[in-house]
């Protein structure tokens, strides 16, 4: 099949390997710099484009080939066409404020397509060395729990799923269910029970643990989730390389598996979670209704009034919420952004870990509606600003600007790191109606001296805002 | 032929290279890495095309077509969204009206 002679091929395949593997960490190394961002997908991007290329000029890469190469030949091209086709059709659609769940979307195919190689490799039944056969069932479990398990994430991001399901020794029956899905894998690795029903049952095992592991969860820690089975999916495509002895897949899999864990780490860090706390606790959706005492009552402003008062303030802070997102009000935000900063006053945005659905989910949102990067900063950089900002806005937000999470040890935010809007001379919030944050936990920041509530919908109140300051003259 | 030990180097070596290319990243790119990393564990797509290319019985090519179209999902996917939300982070130098200040 090859048109070169197969010692030029091996080395062809190697070398092709070699660059896509520093490709990738070289477009990964570029997308950690906001600078460089944009060039690394691109990077990683040849390197899959090359790797994909001499795969498929180069079958004989294969020791044992079958006698349907072709037939085969057609249906990689065909389930290549229909797999990337409706990949690039929904990824180009999705809306950002969608994300995540799409990225556990595609996450959760990865992990499948992991699955599905250790699957034909177990199928064919072959002797396989002690190493090659663990890795190829421990790469076949976790591909299959990535798979079922980011399939829930996204039915619970998407509002597919609403209920968090759980009951009593939960985490129980979790461990049953893995350890016979390592009681069955065993027995495969180890060449004793290798027939096509104890296949099946394995695949059958670990695709139910992704859906025990994850149903109880909450939507609010999906995103931590989501991250945990990326990395996840990473380590089941080194395992898997491993098995079809592919070097590209070993090193982009290790990297994505560690990278991913660290990144999962940053992320249960910065909503304040540890991980064992997300995976076995199942808070994320509850909270808690507890309700510290709040004293004060809440004081309305009308629009034209805090016009008038960012118009003629030096410095304000914009604290952008989930909220403000649902409402589109972005890009109307940043309008009225662009006339303070003519004006002369000092603008910028504060974003708390969480004000997305995941950390930095919020940046891409702004990013989207045109604000510029570098007068985005996270809570580390601005919390010490807001003493010397005479507004800070908040829209969309609540339970991440809740000074209770600062000193009510009773309440279940205690210990949150906040942006500290209340410090600022005035807090302005914008806010529908007078309910409470996902947690359900009363705002003391909304009865604050300092704090004037400005009723309405996030897009309508954006709009009178940038009416009432291009009336000011 | 990639055997146990060196296997374990490669292991070694890449998983220090993926902890320290994403150390000390801002939480402004959290979102798009996560998204960048889900697109480079695509090359399963390449392990997929390998399983199918050596498939013989029916099963096998039905499993290895699923994994192939999976696989080829993960990659296009993860690339057009990673691509999509990197276009939009422009700092305040490109644009023509901002105030920002470097």
Redesign the interface.
């Known amino acids: 099949m090859s048109f070169l002679n197969p010692v030029a091929t091996k080395w062809l395949i190697d070398i092709a390997y070699f660059a896509?593997a520093f490709l990738?960490?070289m477009?990964?190394?570029r997308?950690?710099?906001?600078?460089t961002?944009?060039s690394?997908?691109?990077w990683?991007?040849g390197g899959?484009l090359i790797?994909?290329l001499v795969?498929?000029l180069a079958?004989s890469?294969?020791t044992?080939?079958?006698?349907?190469?072709g037939?085969?030949?057609v249906?990689?091209v065909?389930?290549?066409a229909?797999?990337?086709?409706?990949?690039?059709v929904?990824?180009?659609r999705?809306a950002?404020t969608d994300?995540?769940q799409?990225?556990a979307?595609?996450?959760g195919?990865?992990g499948?397509?992991?699955?599905?190689?250790a699957?034909?490799?177990l199928?064919?039944g072959e002797e396989h060395t002690l190493?090659a056969g663990t890795l190829a069932v421990l790469g076949g479990l976790i591909g299959g729990v990535s798979f079922s398990g980011s399939g829930i994430a996204f039915g619970k991001l998407q509002g597919l799923i609403k209920k968090s399901y759980r009951f009593g020794g939960q985490q129980f029956v979790n461990m049953l269910i893995l350890a016979g899905a390592l009681v069955v894998g065993g027995l495969i690795a180890t060449g004793t029970n290798t027939s096509m029903e104890a296949v099946t049952l394995f695949f059958v095992l670990a695709l139910l643990l992704g859906l025990t592991m994850t149903l109880p969860i909450g939507g609010a820690d999906m995103p931590v989730v989501?991250?945990l089975y990326?990395a996840l999916?990473?380590l089941?495509?080194?395992f898997?390389?491993?098995?079809?002895?592919?070097?590209?897949?070993?090193?982009?899999?290790?990297?994505?598996?560690?990278?991913?864990s660290?990144?999962t780490q940053?992320?249960a860090k910065?909503m304040n979670r540890s991980l064992g706390n997300v995976l076995f606790s199942g808070f994320g959706d509850t909270g808690g209704a507890a309700t510290g005492p709040v004293t004060g009552s809440q004081k309305p402003i009308d629009a034209s009034d805090a016009g008038v008062a960012m118009a003629f303030a030096q410095k304000v802070i914009i604290v952008p919420g989930y909220g403000m997102a649902v409402a589109q009000a972005q890009h109307k935000v940043w309008e009225m952004t662009?006339l303070l900063?003519?004006r002369g006053v000092t603008?910028k945005f504060a974003?708390h870990?969480v004000a997305?659905r995941?950390?930095?989910?919020m940046?891409?949102l702004l990013?989207?509606a045109?604000v510029?990067?570098?007068?985005?900063a996270?809570l580390d950089e601005i919390n010490a600003e807001f003493e010397t900002a005479d507004v800070a806005l908040i829209i969309g937000a609540n339970d991440v600007v809740n000074p209770v999470a600062r000193n009510d040890k009773s309440s279940p935010i205690y210990g949150m790191p906040i942006l500290n809007a209340d410090k600022a001379k005035t807090c302005i919030v914008i806010k529908r109606g007078q309910g409470q944050g996902f947690s359900g936990i009363e705002n003391a920041l909304f009865y604050l001296d300092n704090t004037r509530l400005l009723y309405g919908d996030g897009q309508k109140a954006a709009a009178e805002l940038i009416a009432a300051i291009k009336s000011v003259d | 032929?990639?055997d146990?030990i060196i296997?374990l180097y490669?292991?070694l070596l890449?998983?220090?290279?993926?902890?320290e290319?994403?150390?000390?990243?801002?939480?402004?790119?959290?979102?798009?890495?996560?998204?960048?990393?889900?697109?480079?564990?695509?090359?399963?797509?390449?392990?997929?095309?390998?399983?199918?290319?050596?498939?013989?019985?029916p099963?096998?090519?039905a499993?290895?077509?699923?994994?192939?179209?999976?696989?080829?999902?993960?990659?296009?996917?993860?690339?057009?969204?990673?691509?999509?939300?990197?276009?939009?982070?422009?700092?305040?130098?490109?644009?023509a009206?901002?105030?920002?200040?470097?």
């Open positions: 896509t990738f960490i477009g990964l190394k997308m950690a710099s906001p600078v961002a944009r690394g997908i691109v990683a991007g899959m790797a994909t795969t498929f079958p890469l294969g044992e080939l079958s006698s349907h190469l037939t085969n030949m249906l990689v065909v389930a290549i229909i797999g990337g086709g409706i990949a690039w929904s990824g180009q999705v950002m994300m995540p799409m990225i979307l595609y996450n195919m990865g499948g397509a992991a699955a599905a190689i699957a034909v490799e199928y064919k190493v989501i991250s990326n999916t990473g089941a495509v080194a898997e390389g491993f098995v079809t002895q592919n070097t590209a897949m070993i090193i982009a899999g290790t990297v994505v598996g560690s990278a991913g660290l990144l940053l992320m910065a662009q900063i003519d603008v974003i870990p997305g995941m950390p930095g989910h940046n891409v990013a989207e045109g510029p990067y570098d007068i985005i996270d | 032929m990639i146990g296997a490669i292991f890449a998983g220090f290279t993926g902890y290319v994403i150390g000390r990243v801002p939480a402004i790119l959290h979102t798009p890495l996560m998204s960048g990393s889900n697109f480079v564990h695509g090359i399963v797509v390449v392990g997929a095309m390998i399983a199918l290319f050596k498939a013989d019985t099963l096998e090519q499993i290895g077509f699923i994994g192939v179209l999976l696989g080829a999902g993960n990659a296009m996917g993860g690339y057009v969204v990673t691509a999509r939300m990197l276009e939009m982070f422009k700092s305040s130098g490109s644009k009206k901002s105030g920002g200040h470097h």
